[in-house]
């Protein structure tokens, strides 16, 4: 199923970037977060999309986003 | 296969490589139905189990990229970088590692240039519409990594103060987020050369255009990730080291490129924007932290006819990653302290990019391994990555971990180590202090020269030679034959 609820950061709105096609019929769609810039197939494993059931290690906090460092600052 | 060196030398695409390695029972093709995630991970890892003997694997029925093709491990093993250096299967890596030192500094570049409309890689070409979902059949290399990563590009670009110069162009492999259909990040540091040009670009406020080639010659994967002077070229570095030519083109955006590669995506940096990347499962086996990288924008993607799409699995190892750079990790480091130390007989930094190496030495004088081990931390690479230092005497082979072992067990006293604290340190190290800054390790694991008072132990000396190996074949042909 698809939705679009990130996986990560569970800010809504994700777009759709390319759908895979098998004989004619969509067997996957690629979603992009605009919050978190996390991008996933809704046809991986939940435990890798699925905020109900993925690490919260590897969660991003969309409310403090200034936490995460620029790189190359000069 | 006697011709193995010329067959080497005469290599100029990915194509070429893989027939080699397919002859060579080097390549398979993987034409079982598998899910982009996590089957072509399971694949790849479970290949990569076999850091000496595993096969290529080109994946041609990925469910929802019909007609695509993906390789992956093409430089996953030490066979297979055996044969790109001409050498038989079953090459040993320290044989390897002399093979690759003894071309250092030998040979000429022979670099020739190939006008862009007979130059393979821009057989199709796609400047509007770009969606490069739409010709890479990517996947979720580490399960936890925060989106569809180019993991093995050899990304090209000019000076953008000197874009005239042809020796400071910059050939490097970056990992690359994609980040929509025509855009990506890059990830690099300051003290890469990538990392150089964003800045110089964004100081100056100049434009910072750069051209991505996938599915490359194989010697360029290779040696672009080789760390050489900012100066040199590495096309020119990796053509005299590979003994062979080397065809460049011009990409759409005016910067040289190989003409023979699968697949290249022009693209321009957007200044001074930064765009949340990672993580990604990196070389020392951990996930990098999420960061604001430098994002591109895609202008044109050039391609080859039913291209190939070569990346890579990286990760906990043994990876692809390991073989990959390895051994030209360990060849320049070995070349940089002959230089003052000729008594230096091999250097194995084939672990983690460096993170521990090994380094064989004639010891002058007692304690001479400890000052051998200093010059090593200030070569190019030893800068950043050599944390870990074992030295070992010359008797023992680096590349024999056994032999190792014996060396540390034996001639080892707790004071014979070094620990520098608050050095530099590689950021993605994950025992760092604080990313960027950690201590390093030197173990003297070598016998002791006067004035030390225990001397040398009256060593065993095992039989050795062309006698013994012949006993060894002749068991292992008896062990053989007691199957059939």
């Known amino acids: 199923m698809t939705t679009t609820i990130c996986g990560r950061c569970k800010s809504s709105g994700a777009v759709t970037d390319h759908q895979g096609r098998q004989d004619g019929a969509v067997v996957w769609t690629i979603l992009r977060c605009p919050t978190c810039n996390f991008s996933w197939r809704d046809s991986e494993p939940a435990r890798a999309i699925d905020p109900a059931v993925r690490s919260a290690d590897f969660a991003v906090d969309a409310g403090d986003l200034q936490r995460y460092p620029k790189i190359l600052q000069q | 296969m006697n011709d193995l060196p010329n067959r080497a030398r005469s ?82 890596i320290r044989e390897l590692f002399f093979e690759i030192a003894g071309r250092w500094g030998d040979q000429e570049a022979q670099i020739s240039f190939v006008p862009e409309a007979q130059a393979p890689v821009h057989e199709c070409r796609i400047e509007q519409d770009i969606n490069l979902y739409d010709v890479l059949p990517v996947y979720r290399i580490n399960e936890y990594d925060g989106g569809f990563y180019i993991g093995k590009a050899s990304v090209a670009s000019r000076d953008p103060l000197d874009p005239d110069n042809f020796g400071k162009q910059n050939v490097g492999i970056y990992r690359l987020q994609i980040q929509g259909p025509d855009s990506f990040t890059l990830m690099t540091i300051p003290s890469h050369d990538m990392g150089r040009q964003i800045m110089a670009a964004e100081r100056e406020g100049v434009l910072l255009k750069i051209a991505v080639m996938l599915g490359n010659h194989p010697g360029l994967a290779v040696f672009a990730a080789t760390p050489i002077g900012y100066e040199e070229s590495e096309y020119s570095y990796a053509s005299a080291m590979m003994g062979a030519p080397i065809r460049l083109t011009k990409s759409g955006n005016g910067i040289d490129i190989l003409a023979d590669s699968e697949i290249v995506i022009e693209a321009e940096l957007q200044l001074g924007e930064r765009e949340l990347e990672g993580p990604f499962g990196e070389f020392p086996g951990s996930y990098s932290g999420v960061r604001k990288a430098p994002i591109f924008k895609v202008t044109a993607v050039s391609h080859r006819r039913d291209p190939i799409f070569e990346n890579i699995y990286i990760g906990r190892g043994w990876t692809e990653h390991d073989t990959l750079i390895g051994l030209h990790t360990s060849a320049p480091i070995y070349a940089q302290l002959r230089q003052s130390f000729p008594e230096v007989t091999a250097v194995n930094a084939l672990y983690q990019h460096g993170l521990t190496g090994i380094i064989s030495v004639k010891n002058r004088m007692a304690g001479f391994a400890k000052t051998v081990a200093l010059r090593a931390l200030s070569t190019p690479h030893g800068v950043m990555y050599l944390k870990n230092l074992i030295m070992v005497d010359a008797d023992v082979d680096p590349f024999d971990l056994n032999q190792v072992m014996w060396a540390l067990s034996t001639r080892t006293r707790a004071d014979d180590i070094i620990v520098l604290p608050n050095m530099p340190a590689v950021p993605i190290d994950p025992s760092a202090v604080v990313p960027g800054k950690g201590h390093r390790l030197i173990i003297d694991a070598t016998s002791y020269l006067p004035p030390d008072p225990v001397g040398e132990a009256h060593l065993v000396t095992p039989p050795t030679g062309d006698e013994i190996d012949a006993l060894s074949k002749r068991i292992r042909e008896m062990q053989l034959g007691a199957l059939s």
């Open chain 2, 11 to 92: 290599i100029s695409s990915l194509r070429d490589f893989l027939e080699l390695l397919e002859d060579s029972g080097q390549a398979i093709t993987w034409s079982d139905p598998v899910m982009p995630e996590p089957g072509v991970r399971n694949i790849a890892v479970a290949a990569s189990r076999d850091a000496n003997g595993a096969p290529a694997i080109v994946f041609d029925n990925i469910t929802g990229y019909p007609g695509k093709r993906l390789a992956v491990g093409v430089h996953g093993s030490w066979d297979n970088i055996a044969l790109l250096l001409g050498r038989p299967k079953g090459t040993t």
